[in-house]
């Protein structure tokens, strides 16, 4: 049965497709047979990545399907050893679903309080209908200081969650990178590929401990 990872978003523009990407290149680097499934029918942002991703012939390849429900999903995951869910922007029915199925339920959020307030409030209502805190964790994006990403980690962690050790710096380049089908440790820059590539590699090593 498939490792099903789950990205949601209370909000758009913090990042859910992003490190969703990130981790199905990831996974597929690590030889590992992963499917995305772009739930989010309102944007298909990484149907429109993994198109680009595909016309560019980059490596590895990884493949991303449009989804209308859960079901649909996961009745496609047999053939694979993990499926990773880039959810519906911001909360929907769907959501509750998804994180009864997932293994492990990501949701990214930037440093300010605009972004995290709902965020927290929305794994609160997922702990509400008895989705254990053990599967949901914060990963903090789109951060623009190490004092920003201090503050952010602290008001998550005093709200009862954890939150993945590291952080993505807001850096123009990382959304370049993905315009081309790159992922964002697949940029240009060595120095900001090994920053992404530590922070998706603990999101990958969570995964397999909760996997």
Same mark, same amino acid.
Request: charged share 20%; net charge positive.
């Given at each position: 049965?498939?490792?099903?990872i789950a990205?949601?978003?209370?909000?758009?523009?913090v990042?859910?497709s992003t490190?969703?990407r990130a981790? +199905?290149r990831e996974? *597929?680097?690590?030889?590992?047979?992963v @499917?995305? !499934?772009d &739930?989010? /029918? #309102?944007?298909?942002?990484c149907?429109?990545?993994?198109?680009t991703r595909?016309s560019n012939d980059?490596?590895?390849?990884?493949p991303?399907?449009?989804?209308?429900?859960?079901?649909?999903?996961l009745?496609?995951?047999?053939?694979?050893?993990?499926?990773?869910i880039?959810?519906? +922007?911001?909360v929907? *029915?769907?959501?509750?679903?998804?994180? @009864?199925? !997932?293994n &492990?339920? /990501? #949701?990214?959020?930037?440093?300010?309080?605009d972004d995290?307030?709902p965020?927290?409030?929305e794994?609160?209502?997922?702990?509400?209908n008895h989705?254990?805190?053990s599967?949901?964790?914060?990963i903090?994006?789109r951060?623009?200081?190490?004092?920003?990403?201090e503050?952010?980690?602290?008001?998550?962690q005093?709200?009862?969650?954890?939150?993945l050790?590291?952080c993505?710096?807001e850096?123009?380049?990382?959304?370049?990178a993905?315009?081309l089908?790159y992922?964002i440790?697949?940029?240009?820059?060595?120095?900001?590929?090994?920053?992404?590539?530590?922070?998706i590699q603990?999101?990958?090593?969570?995964i397999v401990t909760n996997?």
């Open positions: 049965m498939a490792i099903i990205f949601i978003s209370q909000k758009g523009g990042g859910k490190l969703a981790c +199905a996974l *597929a680097n690590n030889q590992m047979s @499917k995305v !499934a &739930l989010d /029918i #309102q944007q298909g942002t149907i429109e990545w993994g198109r595909l980059i490596e590895p390849s990884v991303v399907a449009f989804y209308k429900t859960v079901q649909a999903a009745a496609d995951s047999g053939n694979y050893d993990s499926l990773v880039d959810g519906p +922007a911001r929907s *029915a769907a959501t509750l679903e998804i994180a @009864k199925t !997932a &492990l339920v /990501i #949701q990214p959020s930037g440093a300010s309080v995290l307030r965020a927290v409030k794994f609160h209502g997922l702990v509400n989705i254990p805190k599967k949901m964790m914060f903090l994006n951060i623009g200081t190490t004092a920003e990403e503050n952010a980690r602290s008001y998550i005093e709200a009862g969650y954890e939150v050790e590291g993505l710096f850096k123009p380049a990382y959304r370049k993905q315009n089908g992922s440790t697949e940029t240009k820059y060595k120095a900001l590929n090994e920053k992404a590539d530590i922070l603990n999101l990958i090593n969570k996997g």
